[in-house]
């Protein structure tokens, strides 16, 4: 089957695990990244590398972008070799970032003063989630945007959840995001007291696994905690407390009390004070077990 090309515009460890799956379901894909590095990755697995934002939105329809900043999006979207400068007529871009409602408005108004579409679509996974095609999407926007934009997402995601009007995708991503963030701190505590009490944390891993006491944090994070592998992260704290941010944020403007939340953003700011903020987020293990006075076991 022949497919259109698609182009990608952000190429760290989200953006080169989604578009290495387009890639493998027979996608050209248009890269580009700041990161020469990563623009060589990108060609080393088959994609093309493009010079500017503006050189992949000359050769694709459909754009993803995955970046870090409400900044970056900006720049990406009418900077200078934006999208903007490059789009052909229709253009949609599918916005796959965690950034606040704010800056997806900010963005959607943009690519509108020049004739794009852009979809509020934020991804549920981590890296390795990413590179494993497990991620959940969030799409909100406009609906003829979203039926072109369906065949790219279902490459590299598991599921696609259209939740209707622009900026709703946004706000489910940030109350998945609470979730994780206590969950995460909740899968650490669980298995500081296992430890301290004794238990065989292999097992503690299976047995609670296996009952109603498990999260998909447990299940992803629980054996980095367990291994102390926080070296390679799926997601770091840096990206966490990001996010954080803008949960704590959009949960102020709504008036919704998170009082949960609040004393878990108290682990991942410790973690920030110990210098982990390059760290996997499951090194909150790592936090409270020095809170307790226990020295971490060196990874395996």
């Known amino acids: 089957m022949t497919r259109g090309p698609v182009g990608f515009v952000g190429l760290g460890v989200m953006g080169s695990a989604m578009s290495g799956h387009l ?14 590095g990563r623009q060589a990755d990108h060609e080393a697995r088959g994609g093309t590398v493009c010079a500017s934002p503006a050189e992949v939105a000359g050769g694709a329809d459909v754009v993803v972008t995955s970046l870090p900043s409400a ?16 789009a052909r007529p229709g253009l949609v871009v599918v916005e796959t970032s965690t950034l ?57 995601t598991r599921a696609q959840h259209d939740l209707g009007a622009f900026g709703q995708g946004t706000v489910m991503k940030l109350v998945a995001n609470l979730l994780v963030a ?34 998909r944090m447990l299940q992803v994070r629980g054996p980095l905690m367990v291994a102390g592998r926080y070296a390679q992260p799926t997601a770091t704290v840096a990206t966490m407390q990001k996010d954080n941010a803008l949960i704590a944020a959009f949960a102020a403007s709504v008036a919704s009390p998170t009082p949960l939340f609040a004393t878990t953003a108290v ?5 920030v004070a110990q210098d982990r903020l390059g760290e996997d987020t499951a090194c909150v293990f790592g936090v409270l077990q020095q809170l307790a006075g226990q020295s971490p076991e060196p990874p395996e």
């Not at 900044?71 to 490059?86: M, Q, R």
């Not at 609906?143 to 790219?152: F, Q, Y």
């Open 182 to 215: 206590v969950h995460n701190a909740a899968a650490a505590e669980a298995l500081l007291l296992a430890q301290r009490a004794g238990l065989d944390l292999g097992q503690v891993l299976a047995a609670v696994g296996d009952g109603a006491g498990s999260s």
């Open 100 to 156: 606040s409602p704010e800056a997806k408005q900010d963005g959607y108004d943009r690519a509108r003063a020049w004739g794009a579409t852009l979809l509020d679509c934020p991804m549920s996974g981590t890296g390795q989630q990413a590179r494993d095609g497990d991620l959940v999407a969030y799409l909100s926007g406009a609906p003829e945007a979203k039926e072109r934009a369906l065949p790219v997402l279902r490459a590299f």
């Open 23 to 36: 890639l493998a379901a027979g996608f050209p894909v248009l890269g580009f990244d700041v990161d020469p």
């Open 267 to 271: 682990l991942y700011q410790a973690a």
């Open 71 to 86: 900044a970056v999006l900006l720049t990406v979207l009418d900077g200078e070799g934006g999208l903007h400068a490059g």
